[in-house]
C-alpha cells in the first residue's frame, strides 16, 4: 500500500514564503496522479486550493501555487498571512480510481 | 450555488449499521462523480469511497471494502453511504465532495456528519 508523505509541521513568519510536499513512499507523484491540495482549520470543511497539479480553485488568491518539484509534487504560499494558519492535506490519483490523502501538514504563521 | 448537506450521523453500537445521505444542489448532478471522505477525531484525511456519475462505477478504500457500500439516486440529487459492520475505528466525520470534471480532485465540499461507533 502506497503512502502519501507530508510534512507534519512548518513553519513561516508573516510575509514569507513556505514550500509545502507531497511525496509517495516508492515512487515519484507526477502530474498523472493529478495532486491537489486542500486548506482545513479545526471544526471547517476542507477548502479545495490547487487540483490537478497547478490549478487555482475558484476564488484562491494567486499566493498559493502549486507544482512539480523534484519527485514531489508542492504548495508554495508567497507572503504568508496570519489566517493562512491551517492545516494543508494533499490526495493523489492512485488509478483504478482510488485516490489517497497524504498526513497533512499543520503550518504555523509566526 | 453548489450545496452539498450531509445527514444521518450519530451514535450506533459495534458491529451496527448506518446510512448516511448527502444531497446536492447549485449543479447537475448526474454529471459528476462523487466522494465521501473521512476524518477521525484530532486525525488527518482519509478517502472512503467514490462513485461515477451515473453510478455504474464505485471504488472503495481498502479500510471499507466488503463494509460500506456507495450508491447515488440522480432522480434526487442524493449521494449515500451505507456503513455495515460498524467499528470504532470508522468513528469520523463524514464529509461528501463533488468531483471536478475529469480525473482532477474535488472541489466542493460539505460540512460533514458525525458518526460515532460506541457501546
Known amino acids: 500500500q502506497t503512502v502519501v508523505t507530508q510534512e507534519p509541521s512548518f513553519s513561516v513568519s508573516p510575509g514569507g514564503t513556505v514550500t509545502l510536499t507531497c511525496g509517495l513512499s516508492s515512487g515519484s507523484v507526477s502530474t498523472s496522479h493529478y495532486p491537489s491540495w486542500y486548506q482545513q482549520t479545526p471544526g471547517q470543511a476542507p477548502r479545495t486550493l490547487i487540483y490537478s497539479t497547478n490549478t487555482r480553485s475558484s476564488g484562491v488568491p494567486d499566493r498559493f501555487s502549486g507544482s512539480i518539484l523534484g519527485n514531489k509534487a508542492a504548495l508554495t504560499i508567497t507572503g504568508a498571512q496570519a489566517d493562512d494558519e491551517s492545516d494543508y492535506y494533499c490526495v493523489v490519483y492512485m488509478d483504478s480510481g482510488i485516490w489517497v490523502f497524504g498526513g497533512g501538514t499543520k503550518l504555523t504563521v509566526l | 450555488e453548489v450545496q452539498l448537506l450531509e445527514s444521518g450521523g450519530g451514535l450506533v453500537q459495534p458491529g451496527g449499521s448506518l446510512r448516511l445521505s448527502c444531497a446536492a444542489s447549485g449543479f447537475t448532478f448526474s454529471s459528476y462523480a462523487m466522494t465521501w471522505v473521512r476524518q477521525a477525531p484530532g486525525k488527518g484525511l482519509e478517502w472512503v469511497s467514490a462513485t461515477s456519475g451515473n453510478g455504474g462505477s464505485r471504488w472503495y478504500a481498502d479500510t471499507v471494502k466488503g463494509r460500506f457500500t456507495i450508491s447515488r439516486d440522480n432522480s434526487k440529487n442524493t449521494l449515500f453511504l451505507q456503513m455495515n459492520s460498524l467499528r470504532a475505528e470508522d468513528t469520523a466525520v463524514y464529509y461528501c465532495?463533488?468531483?471536478?470534471?475529469?480525473?482532477?480532485?474535488?472541489?466542493?465540499w460539505g460540512q460533514g456528519a458525525l458518526v460515532t461507533v460506541s457501546s
Open positions: 465532495a463533488k468531483h471536478l470534471t475529469g480525473t482532477k480532485g474535488f472541489d466542493y
